[in-house]
């Protein structure tokens, strides 16, 4: 990952997960179990929302969550 991009971490907070077992759910309160499925599997998915979960991701397995709650502070 570049780094953490300003328009992706205003997209994890807002999107919801398109498919799967956690449809529905906002990209940012996906659990870090699921988030390690898709990287045990063939990776996240390609494009945008491949970013967006990789952005999670990164985040979570980093300890950075402050980010998350402070960005759904704001909103």
């Known amino acids: 990952m570049d780094g953490l991009k300003p328009e992706i971490l205003q ?4 999107q919801r997960m398109p498919f799967g077992k956690y449809q529905g759910q906002l990209l940012c309160d996906l659990p870090i179990s699921y988030l390690e499925w898709f990287m045990r599997k063939d990776g996240f998915p390609k494009g945008k929302l491949g970013d967006q979960l990789a952005t999670v991701y990164e985040i979570k397995i980093n300890g950075l969550e402050d ?3 402070q960005l759904k502070f704001r909103r």
């Open 67 to 69: 980010i998350i709650y």
């Open 11 to 14: 997209e994890i907070v807002t």
